[in-house]
C-alpha cells in the first residue's frame, strides 16, 4: 500500500493545501495529512479546529485520514507505515527551504519526499496570509476550503 504523510500546521487549511491533498490521493492509496504539534509555536486556530476543517472538508474521501503528531515526520513515517511524505512548493524558497528538509530525513531514513507544483491559481495562498487577512476583517471565502469558513 502507498501510503503519503502530508505535515504541516494548517492553521487553518487553505485551498492550496486542498489542492496538494486532492492531488496526492490520485497518486497514493491513502493520505494521511498530520498536523505537527510545536509547542514553542501560537496559532490562531487550536489543534481540535485545526484538525475538524480538514476532516469535515475530506469527510466524503475515504483516502484521506487526519491525526495529529509532535516529534520527527520520520518517526511518524514509521509508526504509521508510510513511505512517502508529500509537500507543496510554491516558489524557490519554499524549494530551499523544502531541499535541506529533505535531504535530512533521505539520510536519517529511506523515506522519499515527493514534491508537488502548487495550481497557478493557489500559489499566492498562505496561512499566514489568511490570518492576516482575518485578524483585520477581511473575506476569505476564496482562500480556504468551506469547512473552515463555516466554524471559524
Ligand atoms: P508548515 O508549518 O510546514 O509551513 P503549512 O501548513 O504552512 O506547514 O504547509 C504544509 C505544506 O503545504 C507544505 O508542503 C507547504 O509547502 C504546502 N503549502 C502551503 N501553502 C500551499 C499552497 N498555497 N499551495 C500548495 N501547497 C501549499
Known sequence: ???AIFPGSFDPITNGHYDIIKRGVSLFDEVIVAIG???EKKYMFTLEERKKFIE???KDEPKVKVITYQGLTIDLCKK???DFILRGLRNPADFEFEKAIAHTNRSLSRIETVFLLTAARTSYISSSIVRDVLRNG???TR???EAVMANK
Open 1 to 3: 500500500m502507498k501510503r
Open 37 to 39: 504539534v510545536n509547542a
Open 56 to 58: 469535515e472538508t475530506f
Open 80 to 82: 504509521e507505515n508510510a
Open 138 to 140: 477581511g473575506d476569505i
Open 143 to 145: 482562500l480556504v476550503p
